[in-house]
Each structure stands twice: as C-alpha cells, then as structure tokens.
C-alpha cells in the first residue's frame, strides 16, 4: 500500500519559515522513480501546484511569486521530499499536499495545515 504522509506544518508568523516533509512508503523502487511536486489549497479556493522536483532532478517552482522563496528538495535515500518557506505570507495559509506520480499515477497525501498569523 503507497503512502504519503506530510509533517511540519504549523503556526508562522508572517516573515517566518516553515520546512515541509513528506515521507513515502510503499513505492516500488522508492521516490527516485516518481515526480514528487507540493500542492497548496487555501479555504475557498482551487488547488494549486506549488512546486515539482522531477525524478530527473530538476527542480520547479510555481508560481512565479514564490520564487526565490520556495525551495523543494528530495532526498531518495529516505524517500522523503522537502519543501522549504521562507517569508511566509498570511496569504499562504492553506493546506499544503504532497503529490507524487508516476506515468499515468497519481497520489496523495493527507495535506498538512500551515497558518501564517501573527
């Protein structure tokens, strides 16, 4: 059974950070096979792609306001993918998701709540 499971999130003030894990069980061949991305969806609105590492290695960021303040990493060896926030804003309030896929799969985990309030 594959599994996804986010920790880290929380409380941050605004200006603050915040590191996101997400650890996966359950892949054939572990995370080095499969495009791991986070995903972000705030009270009332769509869910939104906030950041992609291929299984090539490339590293994507989404969208162009995050940059520079989003950083996404992996580390295959303990099936775990990170996202690093810094200068949150309060309008990054959301539940951030973790996606992997692979071909035409996809899955998710359980999403983790991040509040930015002071």
């Known amino acids: 059974q594959v599994q996804l499971v986010e920790s880290g999130g929380g409380l941050a003030q605004p200006g603050g950070s915040l590191r996101l894990s997400c650890t996966a069980s359950g892949f054939t061949g572990g995370i080095s096979v499969l495009t791991m991305s986070w995903y972000r969806q705030a009270p009332g609105l769509k869910r939104e792609l906030v950041a992609t590492h291929t299984k090539f290695g490339h590293a994507v960021n989404y969208p162009r306001y995050v940059q520079g303040r989003i950083t996404i990493s992996r580390d295959n060896a303990n099936n775990t993918v990170y996202l690093r926030m810094n200068n949150l804003k309060p309008e990054e309030t959301a539940v951030y998701f973790c996606?992997?896929?692979?071909?035409?799969?996809?899955?998710w985990g359980q999403g983790s709540q991040v509040t930015v309030s002071s």
């Open positions: 996606n992997a896929s692979e071909d035409a799969s996809t899955y």
